[in-house]
Nanobody, 124 residues
Framework: QVQVVESGGGLVQAGGSLRLACADS????????MGWFRQAPGKEREFVAA????????YYSDSVQGRFTISRDNAQNAVYLQMNNLKPEDTAVYYC?????????????????WGQGTQVTVSP
């Protein structure tokens, strides 16, 4: 069974940085377009960033554009999310997933193989 695993979350002060990683033991991450989503308590899951299989095109939500950078290393079967200038409103559980279906990069319904998530907490 395919399972991706997110790592790198933690507690950081506002203005700080974290780097999240997403990997799996098979070839899922290196075989698909990949996306990062997040879910804060009491809120719906929302799109954060996505990257095409080749890494040639990236997509970002307006709220993270200019602060977050998504990248990938297909040789390592991994996708990363570099998060800079973090804000308290970035606090959420962050998930990665593979875009296995057609449709919008921004829509979670286009994705499958969700991980368990990694908690990011940003203190004021």
């Amino acid at each position: 069974q395919v399972q991706v695993v997110e790592s790198g979350g933690g507690l950081v002060q506002a203005g700080g940085s974290l780097r999240l990683a997403c990997a799996d033991s098979g070839r899922t991450v290196s075989s698909y377009d990949m996306g990062w989503f997040r879910q804060a308590p009491g809120k719906e899951r929302e799109f954060v960033a996505a990257i095409t299989w080749s890494g040639g095109t990236t997509y970002y939500s307006d709220s993270v554009q200019g602060r977050f950078t998504i990248s990938r290393d297909n040789a390592q079967n991994a996708v990363y999310l570099q998060m800079n200038n973090l804000k308290p409103e970035d606090t959420a559980v962050y998930y990665c997933a593979a875009r296995t279906r057609g449709g919008s990069y921004y829509n979670s319904e286009s994705y499958d193989y969700w991980g368990q998530g990694t908690q990011v907490t940003v203190s004021p």
